[in-house]
Protein backbone atom coordinates (compact mmCIF):
# COMPACT_ATOMS: atom_id res chain seq x y z
CA UNK A 1 0.00 0.00 0.00
CA UNK A 2 1.67 3.12 -1.03
CA UNK A 3 1.93 6.44 1.49
CA UNK A 4 -0.77 8.88 1.99
CA UNK A 5 0.17 12.42 2.33
CA UNK A 6 -2.48 14.64 3.34
CA UNK A 7 -2.70 18.72 3.16
CA UNK A 8 -4.74 20.60 4.70
CA UNK A 9 -6.15 24.36 3.57
CA UNK A 10 -6.54 25.87 6.95
CA UNK A 11 -8.24 28.87 6.00
CA UNK A 12 -11.02 26.74 3.46
CA UNK A 13 -11.58 24.11 6.26
CA UNK A 14 -12.02 26.88 8.98
CA UNK A 15 -15.11 29.08 6.33
CA UNK A 16 -16.27 25.81 5.22
CA UNK A 17 -16.87 23.84 8.82
CA UNK A 18 -18.44 27.36 9.97
CA UNK A 19 -21.22 27.24 7.01
CA UNK A 20 -21.98 23.52 7.45
CA UNK A 21 -22.23 24.07 11.45
CA UNK A 22 -19.39 21.73 12.09
CA UNK A 23 -16.30 22.40 14.15
CA UNK A 24 -12.96 21.91 12.92
CA UNK A 25 -11.98 18.21 13.83
CA UNK A 26 -8.74 17.34 12.68
CA UNK A 27 -8.79 14.52 14.54
CA UNK A 28 -11.89 13.11 12.60
CA UNK A 29 -10.56 14.93 9.66
CA UNK A 30 -7.58 12.37 9.47
CA UNK A 31 -9.42 9.27 10.79
CA UNK A 32 -12.16 9.81 7.89
CA UNK A 33 -9.08 10.18 5.58
CA UNK A 34 -7.96 7.22 6.09
CA UNK A 35 -11.23 5.53 6.42
CA UNK A 36 -12.13 6.55 2.98
CA UNK A 37 -8.59 5.52 1.50
CA UNK A 38 -8.55 2.52 3.60
CA UNK A 39 -4.84 3.12 5.13
CA UNK A 40 -4.20 2.57 8.61
CA UNK A 41 -1.65 5.77 8.80
CA UNK A 42 -1.45 8.84 7.13
CA UNK A 43 2.49 9.37 6.57
CA UNK A 44 2.84 13.14 6.99
CA UNK A 45 0.26 15.58 7.38
CA UNK A 46 0.37 19.39 6.39
CA UNK A 47 -1.60 22.30 7.47
CA UNK A 48 -1.38 25.45 5.80
CA UNK A 49 -3.03 28.72 7.35
CA UNK A 50 -3.07 32.26 8.46
CA UNK A 51 -4.15 32.99 12.12
CA UNK A 52 -7.59 33.26 11.96
CA UNK A 53 -8.43 36.98 13.06
CA UNK A 54 -11.36 35.93 15.45
CA UNK A 55 -9.20 33.29 17.89
CA UNK A 56 -6.63 32.51 19.33
CA UNK A 57 -4.41 30.22 17.09
CA UNK A 58 -1.96 28.71 18.98
CA UNK A 59 -3.75 26.10 20.67
CA UNK A 60 -5.13 24.74 17.31
CA UNK A 61 -1.44 24.88 16.20
CA UNK A 62 -0.07 23.54 19.17
CA UNK A 63 -2.77 20.69 19.50
CA UNK A 64 -1.47 20.07 15.88
CA UNK A 65 2.05 19.98 16.14
CA UNK A 66 1.92 17.66 19.04
CA UNK A 67 -0.19 15.39 16.88
CA UNK A 68 2.46 14.95 14.67
CA UNK A 69 1.13 18.19 11.54
CA UNK A 70 3.76 19.90 9.94
CA UNK A 71 1.83 23.51 10.72
CA UNK A 72 2.91 26.62 8.15
CA UNK A 73 1.69 29.72 9.03
CA UNK A 74 2.13 32.97 7.24
CA UNK A 75 1.08 37.08 7.54
CA UNK A 76 -1.91 37.58 5.25
CA UNK A 77 -1.88 40.97 3.48
CA UNK A 78 -3.70 41.64 -0.12
CA UNK A 79 -0.54 41.46 -1.77
CA UNK A 80 0.32 38.29 -0.66
CA UNK A 81 -2.67 36.16 -0.69
CA UNK A 82 -1.84 33.39 -2.66
CA UNK A 83 1.46 32.35 -0.95
CA UNK A 84 -0.28 29.42 1.09
CA UNK A 85 -0.91 27.91 -2.23
CA UNK A 86 2.61 28.40 -3.63
CA UNK A 87 4.16 26.84 -0.05
CA UNK A 88 1.49 24.15 -0.32
CA UNK A 89 1.70 23.09 -4.06
CA UNK A 90 5.96 23.71 -3.74
CA UNK A 91 5.80 21.01 -0.84
CA UNK A 92 3.51 18.78 -2.61
CA UNK A 93 5.54 18.87 -5.89
CA UNK A 94 8.90 18.63 -3.32
CA UNK A 95 7.62 15.42 -1.47
CA UNK A 96 6.20 13.71 -4.64
CA UNK A 97 9.98 13.60 -6.06
CA UNK A 98 10.76 11.73 -2.63
CA UNK A 99 7.74 9.76 -2.55
CA UNK A 100 6.04 9.44 -6.63
CA UNK A 101 4.30 6.22 -5.90
CA UNK A 102 2.43 7.84 -2.68
CA UNK A 103 -1.10 9.07 -2.76
CA UNK A 104 -1.68 12.78 -2.13
CA UNK A 105 -4.80 14.52 -0.46
CA UNK A 106 -5.90 17.68 -0.78
CA UNK A 107 -8.19 19.49 1.45
CA UNK A 108 -9.04 22.91 -0.37
CA UNK A 109 -11.53 24.54 -2.91
CA UNK A 110 -9.25 27.63 -4.15
CA UNK A 111 -9.28 28.00 -8.21
CA UNK A 112 -5.78 29.17 -7.37
CA UNK A 113 -4.55 25.37 -7.38
CA UNK A 114 -6.39 24.17 -10.46
CA UNK A 115 -3.42 24.80 -12.50
CA UNK A 116 -0.61 23.20 -10.75
CA UNK A 117 -2.84 20.26 -9.99
CA UNK A 118 -3.58 19.39 -13.35
CA UNK A 119 -0.51 18.91 -14.53
CA UNK A 120 0.71 16.90 -11.01
CA UNK A 121 2.10 13.54 -12.36
CA UNK A 122 1.20 11.77 -9.14
CA UNK A 123 -2.19 10.06 -7.84
CA UNK A 124 -4.58 12.87 -5.98
CA UNK A 125 -7.37 12.75 -4.00
CA UNK A 126 -9.15 16.52 -3.69
CA UNK A 127 -11.28 17.04 -0.63
CA UNK A 128 -13.44 19.79 -1.41
CA UNK A 129 -17.15 20.85 -1.61
CA UNK A 130 -19.11 20.45 -5.17
CA UNK A 131 -18.71 24.19 -6.21
CA UNK A 132 -15.42 24.42 -5.89
CA UNK A 133 -12.07 23.17 -7.41
CA UNK A 134 -13.75 20.00 -8.07
CA UNK A 135 -15.61 21.67 -10.84
CA UNK A 136 -12.69 23.00 -12.30
CA UNK A 137 -10.34 20.24 -12.39
CA UNK A 138 -12.88 18.05 -14.49
CA UNK A 139 -12.39 14.34 -15.02
CA UNK A 140 -8.61 13.76 -14.74
CA UNK A 141 -7.31 9.97 -14.48
CA UNK A 142 -4.82 10.70 -11.25
CA UNK A 143 -7.78 12.64 -9.53
CA UNK A 144 -9.99 11.56 -7.22
CA UNK A 145 -13.00 13.18 -5.23
CA UNK A 146 -14.33 13.27 -2.06
CA UNK A 147 -17.13 15.79 -0.97
CA UNK A 148 -15.58 17.49 2.23
CA UNK A 149 -19.02 17.11 3.45
CA UNK A 150 -18.66 13.20 4.26
CA UNK A 151 -15.35 13.99 6.66
CA UNK A 152 -15.57 16.74 8.43
Not at 9 to 30: A, V
Not at 51 to 57: K, L, T
Not at 88 to 97: G, K, N, T
Not at 129 to 142: C, D, F, H, Q
Request: aromatic share 12%.
Amino acid sequence: MPNVHLFVDGNYTFFISRELGKNQDFKRITSQVEAALNVEVIESKHFYSRPPSEADPRSVYGWLKANGWNVHSYVYDHTHQDSLYVTMISDLYRLYLTDPDATFVIISGSGALTYPLKSFPGDLVICSTEKSINTRLGELPNISKIDLREIL
